[in-house]
């Protein structure tokens, strides 16, 4: 108000005491509240500098030459576009289109400004004061276009950054109608500067903000970069077209006008090729990144399905043949367990140079998912394909490296399928065939190879079948209980009990081996339901052997438990279920269960045993000694007998040391208040005197029964009773 009352006595010096203060604030504020580093934020307190310097000349001193308040004041705006460039480049990899989308607005503001303001000021004669006006709106244009874009790297918002571009386009503003006010409304001059103190003060409010030291911040890093430039180039092509249309004044204007046009139609057609270019290479990327995996870089499953339905229509039609070599690494979750997925992921990418490493040119790694990998690769028949398999095994022998201290070394398991020429067989149907030949070999054993023939085909095909049939199989009743006795007493005289083994006879093929509709039941979701028919047929069985032969005694029926039934919650109320629909006592009911189940039971499973113990179940756990917790096992969990593994048995009365390591066995099971032993696998008499010998109570095996139906135990035990 000073300014605009007393222009030129106090209100001048007021006004310029008051810019001198607010631009000190402006280029001191962000090195007090700390911005590093300084060399970055130098250009902006040398600008501030010249802008007090060109204040104190215009404002305090008052007698000083236009010149030099205009050439430190363009010097100062000069600075600022220093420091913008400098902050954007310490903030990351400067982008070719935001240099010349600046260089592009700066030069279509002076064609602007030439045309609009220069040229009809001049009317034919250049006038140095009509150039500096000029200046001015196109230097800010120049500023605003580096702000938006340091704003648009930094992908968050910045409060200091947002004001100063706010008072950036305010000061354009300013200066556009202070050109304007000179050409055209004189009067206006001095009201209009009297605004500019607005200006300085939201420059001094940007710098002071707390948020001004995130500008020093790298940005996050963001795959946006899309480019939208079409009101960029709007806005570039507008002047040149003004130009274009305005009368020519003078040969100064003939020259500068025409330069400036063609300058600028350079800098869009260049423009418009780099963002064409960006996007090509954005297009490229996707495609990358849709066809790769994107931990190892491999091609991805989609990916591996196109290039082998490639690779077989080709080698169809020539003499090579195809193989699919299915890679999985053995017990990689030991990896992530014991030292993270980082160090996982960091393996697997190692392990994916290494088999890449060991193929042919022309043949292709894919990651399939998790830690399996498949090959794909023309090969002339197995042999070759055996030979490929050798390599990406040797390429695996040497340790890969965990972290600085730890080394691991990774085995694979292989299964492979090869496709000759004259084979009509699809990508699917390749790709089923090896990963079946991989679970053969992870059922062999770890570190295999299997591939995929004839035998494996036709397994495969009944696998499929029977897992068909299988829950029609459970609804229609098919499998039925065979009963395999249980001996004790002196000279294992004496039936205690008949453990129940089920057996399923499929109508069209045959016997099928309980490891197989087991495991069957187990992956299709279907092993709660058969071992339900299980525990019923059993219970069932050992009633009627009690009611037809009433001589038997208190006997009893042990039944084997899938580790996958303990882990249902209704387990316990089936068991007691089954036993009372069959009128028996759940004294009477047996549970075998794996021992190395029982090592990683979850708690509710534990207190499920307890309860049927409570009742009177009796809990046997199965194969003792092969499992890698026995001790463990016996010192935690509730159970009444220990059925030992057959292997301990099958060797006593051939190596001298078998039953002396027998005898160690049942010592210790002793030791730990478990006097129920049964050994099982019995065959010869030799065996079972040595067990008597012992002091083994129970027993069992062939040499007291081979497992037979219900029917043919009770004609066996009712011939007994009549001899």
Known sequence: MAFTVDAFGLGHVFYGGAAIVLVTVFCLSPILRGVRPLQVWAPQTLAGACFILSFTANYILSDSPESVVNTTYVLGYALLVVWLGALAV???RQ????ILDTIAVTVGALLLVWVIMVVPMAAGSMQPRGVALGVYPATDLTLLALAVNLSRRLHRTVPALQVFILVLTLQLGLDLAYAAAHLFAPEWVRP???CYLFAYLGYAIAAG?????????????????????TALILFTISPAILATSVPLYGSIDAIARPTLVTVLLVLVFVRLTRTMQALTGSEARSRHRAAHDPLTGLLNRSSLFETLTRRLGRNARGSSGTAVVFVDCDDFKHV???????????????????LAASLAPGD??????????????????????????DRMRASLREPLVVNARREHTVTITVGAALALPTDEVDAQEMLRRADVAMYEAKAR???????????LAESSRIRATLGDRLATAIAEEQFRVHLQPIRGGA???TTLAWEALLRWDEPELGPVSPEVFIGLAEELGLIRELGELAMREACAGLARIRRECPRVGDVAVSVNVSPAQLLDPGFTEMVRRCAREAGLPLHAVWLEVTETMLVDTAPHVLEAIRDLRRQGVIVLIDDFGTGYASLSTLLRLPVDDVKLDRSLVARLGQEEAATRQLAAVMALVRSLGIDNILAEGVETPDQAVILEHLGCPLAQGWLFGRPAPVDDVISSLSHDAVR
């Open 90 to 92: 310490h903030l990351g």
């Open 95 to 98: 982008d070719e289109s935001t």
């Open 192 to 194: 209009l500067l009297a």
């Open 209 to 229: 903000h707390p948020s001004v030291v995130e500008l020093q911040y790298h940005p996050v890093d963001d795959e946006r970069g899309s480019r939208r430039p």
């Open 336 to 354: 992530n367990d014991t030292w993270g997925h980082t160090a996982g992921d960091d393996l697997l990418r190692q392990v994916a140079t290494r």
């Open 364 to 389: 292709a790694l894919a990651r399939h998912g998790g830690d399996e990998f498949v090959v794909v690769a023309d090969v002339p028949d197995q042999a070759a394909a055996l030979a490929l398999t």
């Open 445 to 455: 054993a770890t570190g295999q190879v299997v591939f995929f023939d004839e035998a």
């Open 491 to 493: 000279a294992f005289d």
